[in-house]
């Protein structure tokens, strides 16, 4: 029985033992992470396995990223050196060291070359660590910017859904704050303005805009849509306030810095002075924005409402006396929006002087 045992751990023994060889011999793979001092990753390194920290057998490239991976090395302990990319036409430098690293078979090992680490940092020389201490606190200041650049172009956003959506209490609470952060952006003073032009405070919000226009000029790179758009803005808050020559005024400037615009500037200004009851400047601001687009229809509509409210009473006919203008006026309204929200007024005021609506007319939109 012994004898038989024996034989039988024997034929096991010879069993186990090549694939124990087997298993020693497995390719194993490495990977890791290059960054610089500045935490910055290191394209182009170069990661070296030797065995006596000279000789090359093996040799790896970090990405862009300053990742690397390799396969198909030997199971063994090895010397892993990180080469940094030199300057155009000199070689790399070695610039990290890890000693007997130990490559299992099999495995795939990880090594990173994190250059930031406190105890790499202290072999620096004196002024490379000096220097490196203003980068990061340079880096920091800038991320620290950039964060709240990024809080104020969120507010901004926020801002401009709030006042289109007529939440003017909101905007104009947003853009304080964010005016208070960054007192220098004109766009923050802007849609400030706008807001407070919303809340009725127009004192406020003129000082709000005219700050937007100085700001804005006075910058490197004016912006001609940001100070059109204050200019109108401002407009309305002038015509609101009865300050109607600086309304138009401002009006007048929007339209210049924006021409392709004009005509919106100026069916503005003739939409806010109607409302203000400015009779003779809402004929001026309709007529300028009839020339400046001559297929618009609401000038023509608040041209002629202003001319009928000049209207007079014939004493001998009792007829009313409609100024000139006036039923070309409201023709051209008709003309232009047949079926417009003004349309039945407009017919209803020719019919009542005595002018005779042209059946014709075609929607043009």
């Known amino acids: 029985m012994r004898s038989k045992l024996s034989v039988w751990l024997a034929s096991v023994t010879l069993f186990l033992v090549p694939v124990l060889a087997v298993g020693q011999d497995t390719p194993a793979k490495l990977h890791g992470h290059a960054q610089d001092p500045a935490n910055a990753p290191i394209s182009g390194a170069q990661v070296v396995l030797s065995k006596d920290g000279k000789t090359p057998i093996y040799t790896f490239t970090a990405d862009q990223n300053g990742d690397y991976k390799g396969d198909g090395i030997k199971p063994d302990t090895y010397v892993v050196t990180l080469m940094a990319p030199g300057k155009t036409g000199e070689p790399a430098k070695a610039v990290d060291r890890f000693e007997n690293v130990k490559i299992a078979a099999g495995a795939d090992a990880l090594q990173d070359f994190d250059l930031s680490r406190p105890e790499y940092i202290k072999g620096l020389p004196p002024e490379q660590q000096k220097a490196l201490a203003e980068a990061k606190s340079k880096n920091a200041e800038i991320n620290k910017e950039n964060q709240a650049v990024g809080k104020l172009n969120d507010q901004l956003k926020e801002a401009r859904a709030d006042n289109a959506a007529k939440k003017y209490d909101e905007a104009a609470t947003l853009m304080t704050q964010a005016t208070t952060t960054k ?4 766009v923050l003073w802007l849609e400030l ?35 059109a758009a204050a200019n109108n803005a401002l407009g309305e808050t002038y015509a609101s306030s009865n300050k109607i020559p600086d309304a138009t005024a401002a009006y007048d400037a929007a339209a210049k810095l924006q021409p392709t615009n004009a005509s919106m500037y100026y069916t503005n200004e003739t939409i806010v002075l109607s409302r203000a009851g400015q009779t003779d400047a809402t004929i001026a601001s309709a007529d300028k924005a009839i020339a400046a687009d001559p297929t618009k229809p609401i000038p023509y509509y608040l041209k002629g409402q202003a001319l009928i ?28 929006a047949p079926n417009g929200p003004m349309a039945p007024e407009a017919k209803n005021i020719l019919a009542e002087i005595g002018e005779k609506i042209n059946s014709k007319y075609s929607a043009k939109h």
């Open 183 to 186: 007192p220098d952006a004109p």
């Open 193 to 227: 303005g706008i807001a407070q032009t919303g809340l009725k405070k127009y004192d406020d919000a003129t000082t709000s805009l005219k700050k937007t226009l100085d700001l804005d000029t006075a910058s490197k790179k004016p912006n001609p849509e940001i100070e």
């Open 309 to 336: 409210s000049k209207a007079t009473i014939d004493p001998k006919t009792n007829k009313i006396v409609a100024p000139p203008g006036t039923a070309d006026a409201y023709n051209k309204y008709l003309e232009l």
